[in-house]
């Protein structure tokens, strides 16, 4: 049997004795149910953006990705643009309404917070893990009081009709979706009638050839983790929680001091390689907004949280390590995609000798997500360093404010 509490603990942040139990208990219960052994990777990753916005965020994802578009499938009130490099790593799902009045649950999750409400139909949905037996992983969750939308549900938010879908987290706000496939099987998506649009594909095909031209082409890799944003009172139960719906482990944690902050991983238990179910990381404030400022202490993670809700904040990719025009990978990526006109917002960070390299784009102004970029050097172990995650947290804290100010004097 598999045993999730075998890996050797990373951090310096201590933990509830109410989370240490209970992580004990529930990978243990995981374990022996047998949920750990028939959840598997993550298949997919589900995200949507502003209608009409679709065609310019292809074009940017097959640029600042190694994704391709494959297919568009449509459905009455919406299209899902289907990215993938290959089967042995997630797919992208863009979701797409057609009419902007169109409401439902995922946009209200974005109304309620003073940016997020600027991009209602901008949020990144979920994961899509494959599973061995979706009836008995099913069965198993629902006795865990794990609750799902129902046949009916899914039918009219046209979600995929072959998975099993966990409601929104109330903690991240973001979904789990379950569908049974052999690993030998292809991805088939039950959301509409497939098509290629050709104002998509000129779009990536364009991206495409300039990604090729600037010599990127191969130094970008596949994701490396996806790191979520959250209120600093449910770290450990979002924490708990993914661990209770995935067959992923807890790493570790640790604090960032400085920026009032902690960076907290899980892991799969299956692959130790991220490009085939990338790590899943929960950032979350040490004190919340209103003890802070009782100490004069920064609080970018929560500020992002009251400004755009619980959600994701970036999706991490490696970068190849090597070196191209006499300097690291990263940095030759970095300086190419800039004279492209996306913006970054720092100077890439890090050296050879810490072990590795960071940096994180700006906001894309079409799904909110922002790109990081990690190089990690030879036989770099750790996943990152103190250092640079505070100095990613300041950056993004700062062009977070910016946007604030700029959304309240535009009304």
């Keep these: 049997m598999i045993n999730s509490l ?4 990373q951090g310096d942040k201590e933990n509830t004795s109410w989370f ?3 992580l004990v208990r529930i990978l243990e219960s995981r374990d022996q149910s047998g949920l750990t052994e028939m959840i598997q990777e993550i298949d997919a990753l589900m995200l949507t ?3 009409g916005c679709s065609i310019a965020y292809i074009g940017e994802l097959s640029l600042m990705t190694p994704y391709h578009y494959l297919v568009t499938l449509e459905s009455e009130s919406h299209y899902t643009h289907l990215m993938r490099v290959d089967l042995e790593v997630p797919d992208l799902l863009i979701r797409e309404v057609k009419d902007p009045n169109t409401r439902g649950i995922f946009r209200s999750l974005n109304e309620v917070y003073p940016i997020g409400a600027h991009k209602p139909n901008s949020r990144y949905m979920g994961e899509i893990l494959r599973v061995t037996n979706l009836h008995a992983v099913v069965t198993e969750q629902k006795q865990r009081d794990i609750r799902f939308f129902n046949q009916d549900q899914l039918r009219k938010l046209e979600l995929p009709g072959n998975m099993a879908l966990v409601k929104p987290s109330p903690y991240t706000h973001n979904i789990v979706g379950y569908w049974e496939r052999q690993m030998e099987d292809c991805r088939v998506y039950a959301l509409g009638v497939s098509t290629i649009r050709d104002d998509i594909n000129r779009a990536y095909l364009e991206a495409k050839e300039l990604q090729a031209k600037l010599g990127l082409e191969g130094l970008i890799l596949p994701i490396d ?3 979520t ?7 450990e139960v979002a924490i708990l929680e993914y661990l209770t719906l995935t067959s992923y482990y807890y790493w570790g944690s640790y604090d960032i001091t400085d920026q009032n902050s902690s960076t907290n991983v899980t892991k799969s238990i ?5 490009k085939r179910s990338p790590a899943k990381v929960f950032t979350a404030a040490n004190q919340p907004y209103f003890v802070a400022y009782l100490e004069n202490m920064i609080s970018p993670t929560e500020n992002f949280v009251r400004n ?3 959600r994701l904040h970036h999706i991490a990719l490696t970068v190849k390590d090597g070196e191209m025009g006499g300097m690291a990978n ?3 990526v970095v300086d190419e995609i800039r004279k492209q006109g996306k913006a970054f917002l720092l100077d890439v960070i890090g050296s050879r000798e810490d072990g590795l390299k960071q940096i994180f784009s700006s906001a894309s102004e079409h799904s909110s997500l922002i790109i990081e970029y990690v190089q990690r050097f030879g036989d770099f172990s750790g996943f990152f360093t103190k250092k640079n995650v505070a100095a990613l947290t300041h950056a993004a804290g700062v062009e977070e404010q910016l946007r604030m100010l700029h959304n309240q004097a535009s009304g």
């Design 270 to 274: 299956h692959y130790s390689d991220e």
């Design 20 to 22: 240490e139990e209970w």
């Design 229 to 235: 944003r959250i209120y600093s009172q449910n770290r």
């Design 308 to 310: 755009y809700g619980p």
């Design 225 to 227: 983790h996806l790191a």
């Design 6 to 9: 075998a890996h050797l603990r």
């Design 330 to 332: 990263i940095d030759y």
């Design 49 to 51: 953006v502003e209608p």
